[in-house]
């Protein structure tokens, strides 16, 4: 209802697009198409492995010693001595585990602007070229000699689905650590005592970061997380500023809409038990750069600032100090009224 308020009042191209990603993740499911899943690994977050990795041989033992070995260099690196020791030596050789074997976890990739505009997603995954820097969504070459058959998109970007990372957290009965002071919110103390969040639930967190890969070379690009624990969420490649990163979000967001719809199903291996976890996001983060990127503010960092500097005076910014503990408690009202001000005045 309040959705379609907001989308009657929207003027900006940009606010149309945000209401159309939110209005997508409504109604998600992890057998879309862009969840890119396929039928193995439906089946395995369905119903996950309940037994565990046996090390009974030298080779399992070879290749978890070498992913240790070799734990900060790439996957490629990884899956280049596997081959090429099953190449070489044969026998057992040929049972050293895959990288995937040992975590469950695959990427997956999605189209978006080579010039770091969009991710062609939600309102615009049909798009054949992104309009603002007419920049074509595919090969034009590839496209024009298969005669419209072959889509090879000029960039792609890289999500890793959460669900089979979160799988991957209970080998030993669920390792979650209690973090004492992680969260003492009204809103979620309330949640856990009418049980809405209940033990064997996840609360994430994400978190959207910049990265600049070398010192001295245009190298931006970005990451998020998610975490409890560290979860890689997704890499986007720059170097240019994102120009809308709802998009590059889009398929890590409805990943876990879907996981919200539906529940994860984990092996706790220890107890040996197979529940449902329910996912909750509740603090959502980022640094400087990226935080831009969450509150949509144009490149420009603002700072709540509760006390007034000395001798300041400056018409419509010099309120008396506000004291934390006179902050009154969110208010959904208050914030649909003042989203849709922010809307009429735009
Ligand atoms: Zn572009």
Known sequence: ??????????????????????????????????????????????????????????????GIATYFTVEHSSVNTYESIQQSAMHCLEGEATQIPSYYNYTGVESIEHDMCPGTCVAFMGPFADLTHYPICNTDHYNPIKLHTSGGQMHIA??????????????ALWPNGGVFDVFDDFCKGCEFLQAVQWGDIKPDDIVLMISLNGAQL??????????????????????????????????????????????????????????????????????ITA?????????????????????????????????????????????????FDNLLKLYCKL
């Not at 907001?6 to 969840?35: R, T």
């Not at 396929?38 to 041989?57: F, M, W």
């Not at 000029?154 to 799988?167: R, V």
């Not at 500023?241 to 967001?253: A, I, Y």
Request: charged share 15%; net charge negative.
């Open 1 to 62: 209802m309040e959705l379609t308020v907001l989308e009657e009042e929207a003027v900006l191209l940009k606010q149309a697009d945000a209401i159309a990603f939110i209005k997508l993740l409504q109604v998600v499911s992890l057998d879309d198409p862009v969840a890119k899943l396929d039928d193995a690994v439906l089946s395995h977050l369905r119903n996950p492995y309940q037994t565990g990795l046996e090390i009974n041989s030298s080779a399992v033992q070879h």
């Open 154 to 167: 000029h960039q792609k970007f890289i999500t890793i689905p959460l669900s089979a990372q979160l799988q």
């Open 214 to 283: 070398y010192e001295s070379k245009l190298s931006d690009c970005w990451t998020y997380i998610w975490k409890q624990y560290v979860l890689p969420g997704g890499f986007i490649p720059g170097p240019n500023k994102l120009k809308n990163m709802d998009s590059f979000l889009f398929p890590g967001l409805h990943h876990l809409a879907a996981l919200q719809n539906e529940g994860l199903c984990i092996w706790d291996a220890w107890h040996n038990i197979v529940f449902i976890s329910n996912s909750f996001l509740i603090f």
């Open 287 to 335: 640094d400087g750069p990226g935080l831009v990127y969450f509150d949509g503010m144009k490149g420009t960092y603002y700072y709540p600032a509760l006390l007034i500097p000395h001798h300041y005076a400056v018409a419509g910014s010099n309120h008396p100090d506000i004291s934390i503990y006179e902050l009154h408690d969110p208010d959904l009202t208050e914030y």
